[in-house]
């Protein structure tokens, strides 16, 4: 068994003799851990096992653009389907109510397909399972400046890659914590933002965290300006771009919860800019100092 740290919250994965979880999932290695702590969700992982999936469909998860079948099962906990851009069946998991504990089969195909399928079924069974604990695995850009973590969200081409990455070059004292899918928590009433082994396409694995300095939600526009969210638009700016199941009382309404707790210990803004350095010196000087 192999147990792994991310963002304080402890993943015990089991596999079979035929399933290297690190080769498939390298981004896991920087948060393996050898404590003892309890494991808020436990992942099997097989490639020869397998179960037809049965019960009503209840939804339909978007991730990257694929979505993902969601099974309602009889004993009241959940199924998923995981299909590549294709159309490959690259995994299929099960989850108890709760999601703390999972069962992942993962299906024969090249490496990037059996890399699909796994990603995505621990980024589903993490994201659940620590619903209701005051943790949101979001879809955004976090870079590092002085010390604190500023995030940039967005839908997915808007530009907040390319924003982070302004900042990097323009800004002195600049680090990227994580490219896709970081992951925030209130700690101590703080909101905290961590690195994970979730980041798109840019291979930025941190075990790292930081203090939020502030949330931005990057808009393409013809000139640069930026404005203060008022909390009811830094509500509705946040709860997207987190990963949750409206289908589902648990998840949904800790989700909601924690993103009401955010709102209201975190600074939001939306940003209308160009791609430029001028953008990034905006961004910066307006939420930094």
Request: aromatic share 10%.
């Amino acid at each position: 068994m192999k147990r792994f740290k991310v963002a304080g919250h402890i993943i015990a994965v089991e596999t079979d003799d035929r399933t290297d979880f690190l080769h498939l999932l390298p981004g896991f290695r920087p948060f393996e851990w050898n404590g003892d702590d309890k494991a808020v969700v436990s992942v099997d992982v097989s490639t020869t096992w397998d179960w037809d999936v049965c019960g009503e469909e209840v939804g339909q998860f978007d991730v990257g653009g694929t979505n993902h079948g969601v099974y309602l099962s009889k004993d009241g906990g959940y199924q998923f389907e995981v299909n590549d851009i294709n159309g490959h069946l690259c995994a299929r998991m099960q989850g108890n109510l709760d999601f703390s504990e999972c069962k992942v089969r993962l299906y024969e195909g090249t490496w990037s397909q059996q890399n699909f399928g796994l990603n995505n079924c621990m980024m589903m069974a993490y994201a659940f399972a620590t619903a209701g604990m005051d943790t949101l695995l979001i879809h955004a850009s976090v870079i590092r400046c002085k010390g604190k973590g500023y995030l940039m969200t967005a839908p997915s081409g808007t530009g907040k890659s390319t924003h982070t990455r302004l900042w990097y070059d323009n800004i002195p004292g600049c680090d990227l914590m994580n490219d896709d899918n970081p992951v925030i928590r209130i700690i101590d009433n703080q909101p905290v933002v961590y690195g994970s082994p979730w980041s798109g396409k840019t291979p930025c694995y941190r075990d790292v965290q930081a203090p939020i300095g502030g949330i931005v939600r990057i808009r393409q526009k013809p000139e640069n300006s930026i404005r203060r969210l008022k909390p009811v638009e830094a509500f509705a700016m946040l709860l997207p771009a987190c990963s949750s199941m409206k289908w589902d009382a648990r998840v949904y309404n800790g989700v909601c919860d924690s993103v009401s707790h955010f709102v209201g210990t975190c600074r939001s803004w939306e940003l209308g800019c160009l791609p430029n350095a001028e953008a990034a010196h905006l961004c910066h000087d307006t939420i930094a100092e």
